[in-house]
């Protein structure tokens, strides 16, 4: 007899418990609805900014001499994406292509294997999104090789991954 009445009891209190009142979901949800204008300012935007995508370069261009790591996050940093910059913008019969776009990938390999290392720097937005464009960028090596352009789409992307780049390297973060 006690194991019916605590059974009886046990399933009652579960019950109770399974089906909230309709006036504590109404209110949660109206808390909700209300509280949603004053949030939504605080919370960040994705980049969408609007990226000027550059004609791609067929010509001649300044072939750089400061390949490889300084080994100061900073410095490194911006160098690999003024390099990317350019290896992006190039196009089909750009002289030198392929041997900028062979430096390029090492330079990139070098900088990924030695700053992930470290987790003051691994933690910063520059590098999460640097790393991003660095694992695009060397994607598509990896697929097309070193003489064929990037596309539009792609361009347009890491354009806007090096604007945001900037902008964190600008801010020290």
């Known amino acids: 007899m006690r194991i019916v009445i605590f059974a009886l009891l046990v399933s009652a209190a579960a019950a109770y418990q399974a089906t909230p009142s309709a006036r504590r979901t109404f209110l949660q949800k109206s808390a909700l609805v209300a ?3 004053l949030v939504s300012p605080l919370l960040p935007l994705p980049a969408s900014a609007e990226v000027v995508v550059p004609e791609q370069i067929t010509t001649e261009f300044p072939f750089p001499e400061d390949w490889g ?5 900073e410095e490194d940093a911006s160098k690999v ?8 913008g190039l196009g089909k019969g ?16 070098d900088f990924v294997s030695y700053y992930r290392r470290f987790p003051a720097v691994a933690g910063k937005p520059s590098f999460s999104t640097l790393y991003t464009a ?5 994607g598509h090596y990896t697929s097309y090789g070193f003489k064929y352009p990037l596309p539009e789409k792609r361009r347009k992307r890491l354009y806007q991954e090096y604007a945001e780049v900037e902008k964190s390297l600008k801010r020290g973060r």
Do not use: C, D, Q, W
Request: net charge positive; proline share 5%; glycine share 2%.
């Open 35 to 37: 509280a949603s204008p």
């Open 69 to 73: 790591l300084t080994f100061k996050y």
């Open 81 to 88: 994406r003024e390099h990317m910059l350019l290896a992006t």
């Open 94 to 109: 750009a002289p030198k292509m392929e041997a900028y776009g062979k430096n390029m990938k090492k330079e990139m390999v």
């Open 134 to 138: 660095i694992n695009v960028l060397a």
